[in-house]
């Protein structure tokens, strides 16, 4: 389920994980901490009480004192300055008790009800009774004839006693706290000391719990791309990146897959390009080589070619006047001499093409519509008695112009017809057609015929391989027509299914006006 979460939604998760340890840990801290300030407020608090409940236990002991030295001593002559001397002790006790029942006072505010140290309930009762205790001593000693009267200073005496006993009471109910209140730290020191294990074992099982969800969430997915992306630069394209986490991390990994997925086949399509031009080179180069090739040799072989079929034609003819007509030998002798000339006349056919070969270059061009140059070639070789019985389809397009020379490409269709006509049976079929795509336009001479093998396919535009029977070519046709077509940048192409599956050949011009494509250049270029 945290898994499918986006990494956004993870690292919220994450934070909030770390902000309650961070929270778990400082409220223990605090708790500590302001246990330790209360208890210390509470302490001195109550300290402060101590001086002035001792002060009031010294002041009514003062009172007691003056009390029995005026009984012992009834001198008339003292009984005013002992009264003046009793008022004033008694007045300081007052103000004594008035001290310490603000200080009490000052105790209660912010008091916890909790705080135990600091309940002063006791010792309000307590200052109640003696505030009592000191209005029963002011009235009784308000007289000054009290120490000549036995019952009122029998009843000031008992008074002042009970005043000292409850003077004493304070600091012994501090001094009862102060006890306890070992206890209550002891409790409180215990539950405070397991407060903090628990909090810090929570604290740490939710740190690993962060640890391990950062890993399994960040690290882990990050070292996986890591190392995938090296095996990819490293050159194993086929491997693949396999991420479960569904969050982007996992997205970044499919996008990294489809890219190396994608290069992959850029990388098998630019070998296969170079495959093709590097077959384009090595056929550019054996054309050129065949070019100069013909360009110093044709003009020397021509003119001997030319005077052994000659001789051998006037041979021929005196040869048949000399001989016995009724001879055995005479036309054997003959169809030698008419083989020679054959020869020598095939021989010439194949030096001519060679020229025709060895000229091709800048020729003057002009904008012609295929369609009717095309239309032209079919309608000149249905004509021919070779092909009278086999089938020939021309299907034009809409007008094509294209910047061409006309003789040139015109010498490319025909060859192209022929060869396809050539290779079907009789009652064969072979389909022309024209075609606009792409700012070019598309030739396609399509027969049902014996087809290509793979072999014969890779070689079909190198010179003088044929497929012909021995006698019927030469070879050079289609290594010609690539390079006419190649000075017009354009491109030719044969596909066939395998041999008895008929074949086509695809030839490309570019649009009168349309710049050449970027292949067409590099064809062109490499031709």
Request: hydrophobic share 40%; net charge negative; with cysteine.
């Amino acid at each position: 389920m945290l898994s499918r979460w986006p990494i956004r939604n993870k690292l919220i998760f994450g934070l909030g994980l770390l902000l309650v340890i961070v929270s778990t840990l400082s409220w223990t801290g605090m708790s500590a901490m302001y246990a330790y300030r209360g208890l210390v407020k509470s302490l001195r608090c109550r300290a402060s009480e101590l001086p002035l409940a001792t002060s009031l236990a010294q002041k009514v002991s003062d009172l007691r004192a003056t009390l029995s030295a005026t009984l012992a001593n009834p001198d008339a002559s003292n009984q005013r300055s002992a009264h003046r001397q009793f008022s004033e002790r008694f007045q300081a006790a007052q103000e004594t008790l008035m001290a310490y029942n603000d200080q009490l006072a000052q105790n209660e505010e912010g008091e916890d009800e909790h705080d135990s140290i600091r309940d002063n309930r006791i010792e309000h009762e307590t200052v109640g009774k003696i505030e009592e205790s000191l209005v029963a001593v002011s009235r009784l000693s308000h007289d000054e004839s009290w120490a000549w009267n036995e019952g009122v200073a029998a009843k000031l005496r008992k008074e002042l006693d009970t005043l000292q006993g409850l003077a004493a009471e304070l600091p012994s109910h501090l001094h009862e706290r102060l006890h306890n209140l070992a206890g209550d730290v002891r409790s409180q020191y215990h539950a405070m000391f397991a407060t903090s294990w628990i909090a810090g074992i929570a604290a740490t099982l939710l740190m690993g719990l962060f640890i391990q969800l950062f890993y399994r969430w960040v690290f882990r997915p990050l070292r996986v791309l890591v190392k995938g992306s090296r095996r990819v630069a490293g050159g194993d394209f086929n491997f693949r990146i396999q991420l479960n986490s569904h969050d982007e991390m996992a997205e970044l990994a499919e996008a990294l897959n489809a890219m190396t997925t994608r290069f992959r086949t850029i990388r098998d399509d630019l070998d296969q390009q170079v495959k093709q031009r590097t077959k384009q080179v090595i056929r550019s180069e054996q054309l050129a080589s065949v070019g100069f090739l013909a360009a110093g040799v044709a003009h020397e072989i021509n003119n001997p070619l030319a005077s052994i079929a000659m001789c051998a034609e006037s041979l021929e003819g005196r040869v048949a006047e000399a001989l016995d007509p009724g001879g055995a030998e005479n036309s054997v002798i003959l169809n030698y001499l008419r083989m020679i000339q054959t020869e020598a006349f095939r021989c010439k056919e194949i030096t001519e093409k060679l020229l025709d070969f060895s000229r091709l270059g800048e020729t003057q061009r002009h904008d012609t519509d295929l369609n009717v140059l095309v239309q032209g070639v079919v309608e000149m070789v249905q004509h021919l008695a070779k092909y009278k019985n086999k089938r020939l389809e021309f299907t034009p397009g809409g007008p094509m112009l294209a910047s061409i020379n006309a003789q040139e490409i015109k010498q490319v269709v025909l060859n192209l017809i022929t060869n396809g006509l050539d290779s079907v049976d009789e009652g064969g079929l072979l389909k022309v057609e024209v075609e606009l795509r792409d700012q070019e336009i598309e030739l396609r001479f399509t027969d049902n015929g014996c087809g290509l093998s793979e072999e014969v396919r890779e070689h079909l535009f190198e010179p003088f391989f044929t497929r012909k029977k021995s006698g019927q070519g030469t070879g050079l046709g289609l290594s010609i027509a690539y390079r006419i077509l190649a000075d017009h940048h354009g491109h030719i192409e044969a596909a066939s299914d395998g041999p008895g599956r008929g074949t086509q050949f695809r030839v490309s011009l570019p649009l009168a006006g349309a710049q050449p494509s970027q292949e067409s250049r590099h064809r062109y270029q490499a031709a």
